[in-house]
């Protein structure tokens, strides 16, 4: 009897210590108590009490920093003489996008831990209450401001607490989750528009960042709403961030602080303004997955793929010119073996030195800091301008308006060795140039993945892409078959060289083009000019050559021929162009039918979708020769326009012609390095779905529709 009774005591002294349950309260929208989490505070000790909210579903309450609206919660503490109450410990927020707006907050359920301490005064065996009274926003399409009056009944009692068998896991775990510094290192730095946020440490190595995102706690150094474009590094990561209002003002910030969260942990970090560590960039954007992107995918794949994409590369508009060129290099070479081989071996060669060299650029570029993919080359205006020369120059050659070395091959390089080897390799090269405006299947998510790994994964998959692009010439070289197919050389060769004159004139065309696109009309007589002074000079290298060919004297014509030529060139790529004025027009249009389009902006397809209506976004630039097919093949059509019309769809246009940070972060979001990438977002919202590169009529119509409905 005297043992059941000492159980009894003990019994009922546990729940005496536990402290009183307080009532939850319903605010509207969300129920609040406060829970502790030890069953009693000795005196001099710290516990935690957490304000619960238990939030109705669809609804939302806020972080310390709001973003672009709303407000944190409050708790106004009542405490007895001598007790404390410290900060909220915050738990990471959430992004909680509304329309143009980022918000950062809370859902579904949110513990918000207090440091409560008593004083050294306070007497085992009294009970306190504790009384709050907590405000809260909670919001959902509207907002709606409610508040709460919470108590919660503590004991006192001596020695170490008991943990409250309720709350102290749930408590304890988020205390432990909470964001903390961890001995990362930050810097940023105003970067023209952008603002660059380098962070390094020991917690970001080996850690995939694809979900990396800051927090700031102060609201108006950021605009929340806009990407967070992130570059990799060996010891850390940089984001791209759009300044906000702070940094408008005469006294910009010089410190910055917040959250950031990756891998799934979050921390506590400070940053000053100063050089950036080398280590927080240099490997590429982790690649964020979306709706089959590539960033799931390894090594062996990314190969497989990037070599597939190089073989449907040859078949690109863009590379037509070029391979026609080698098909009747080849010819001429059909009926010698060794001749053949070494021909195709030259140009497989040209080929993968060319994509390694442009391989390394890319990563070296975005070692810098720049956001760029696939094509990059092509967003300067003066590389654009080069090449408009370039192409220049080899249909004036194959119009026999002068002469480079002593077979086709050569054409377009300026360079012809023995056997014309030279001329092959460099018609690799060539051809490599010309394919950069085009991305075929395949290429799109090997090339994402290849960006997002170190600098010799990515190498393996740019040689991948070579070897596909090179394979078929290169092997056709070797099939005596095939070779024995081949016409005989003779005088139709000359007459088909001055054909393919004409496909060249037209790359040139085009890529005036788009130097108007990306520099304005006023770039327009600057390169006609080059044009002519270019064209003059090779009339004039062509007239030494024929001289010299009747033994005359050709050092005063070919020496202004080449000067001339030279200053072509200059003028053409220095100085820089200046930016284009802002009734420079979208890349694309003149198709079949009218479908309207805005530019695109995260904000707009916010928008778009918080309206209930299906959305197409074309990634496009007026260099994309894929893309440009695609306008006029399948989104020009007037069933597509019908299509528009009849599902209420909003067509977005990101042109990424000249660069954009904004676009290129939507890119690697999605897995890509480049364009094309066409994604269609339902009329309820959620993640796009990528379409083929390839597009048709028939399959953007069934996309569209197929969106009205989910």
Known sequence: MTRLLAKLLAAFT???????????????????????????????????????????????????????????????????????????????????????????????????????TAPASAKPGETVTL??????????????????????????AEGLAEPNPEWSGPIAKTLANAPAPAGLSGAFSKQGAMLALAITGEALKGVDLSDAYFFPFDSTVIDHAKPQAIERGPDGLTLALTPGYAFQQPQTPTAMAGVLTVGGKSYEISAAEGALPAGAAGLGPPAKTGGGAG????????????????????????????????????????????????????????????????ALALIAVRAGGAAVGWGFQLQSPPVVAGLALLMLAVALNLS???????????????????????????????????????????????????LTQSAPAALTVFLA????????????????????????????????????AFPMYGAAAWLVWVLTLQAGDTALARIFMAAIVLALGAWLLGVAQRRHA?????????????????????????????????????SGGGGKANVPYEPYS??????????????????????????QVNERVALTSQAVADAFKDTGAVYLKADWTRKDAEIEAELAKHGRAGVPLYLVYGAKGGEGVILPQILTEGLVVRALKDAQGR
Not at 139 to 146: A, S, W
Not at 309 to 331: D, E, H, T, Y
Request: hydrophobic share 55%; glycine share 12%; with cysteine.
């Open 550 to 586: 009747n033994g005359a004297s050709v050092i005063a014509p070919a020496a202004v021929g080449g000067v001339l030529a030279l200053i072509a060139a200059l003028a053409a790529i220095w100085p820089n162009y200046a930016e284009p004025g802002a009734a420079v027009a979208a």
């Open 14 to 116: 546990l729940v005496w210590a536990l402290p009183a349950a307080a009532q939850p309260v319903d605010t509207g929208h969300l129920v609040a108590e406060l829970v502790a989490r030890d069953q009693s505070i000795a005196p001099g000790a710290t516990t935690y009490v957490a304000l619960r909210q238990k939030i109705d579903k669809g609804w939302h309450t806020y972080w310390r920093n709001s973003g672009d609206s709303g407000e944190a919660t409050r708790i106004a503490w009542t405490l007895p003489g001598g007790w404390t109450a410290g900060e909220i410990v915050w738990p990471a927020p959430t992004r909680q996008p509304t329309g143009p707006l980022m918000n950062y907050g809370y859902k579904d359920e949110v513990l918000l831990p207090v440091p409560i």
């Open 465 to 500: 892409l070579g070897l596909g692009f090179a394979a078929p010439f290169a092997l056709a070289a070797f099939v005596p078959g095939l070779l024995a197919r081949l016409p005989k050389p003779g005088p139709w060769m000359d007459g088909f060289k001055k054909l393919l």
């Open 131 to 156: 009384k709050a009274q907590a405000s809260f926003l909670v919001c959902e399409e509207i907002c709606v401001p409610e508040d709460a009056e919470l108590t919660l009944s503590l004991p006192v």
């Open 400 to 450: 026999g308006v002068f002469e480079v070395g002593s077979s086709l091959q050569g054409v377009g390089t300026g360079l012809a060795g023995k056997r014309g080897l030279a001329g092959a390799f460099f018609t690799g090269a060539l051809a490599v140039v010309v394919a950069a405006p085009c991305t075929a299947p395949f290429m799109a998510p090997a090339l994402g993945w290849a």
């Open 295 to 358: 960033g799931s995918l390894g090594l062996p794949l990314a190969a497989a793929f990037a070599f597939l994409g190089g073989l449907i590369l040859n078949l690109m508009p863009c590379v037509f010119p070029i391979l026609a060129m080698k098909a009747a290099s080849l010819a001429g070479h059909a009926h010698d073996r060794r001749a053949a081989q070494g021909q195709g071996l030259a140009f497989l060669v040209g080929v993968l030195a060319t994509f390694l060299a442009l």
């Open 602 to 627: 995260p904000e707009k397809l916010a928008a778009a979708q918080a309206a209930g209506k299906p959305v197409l976004v074309n990634f496009t630039a007026a260099w994309c020769v894929t893309c």
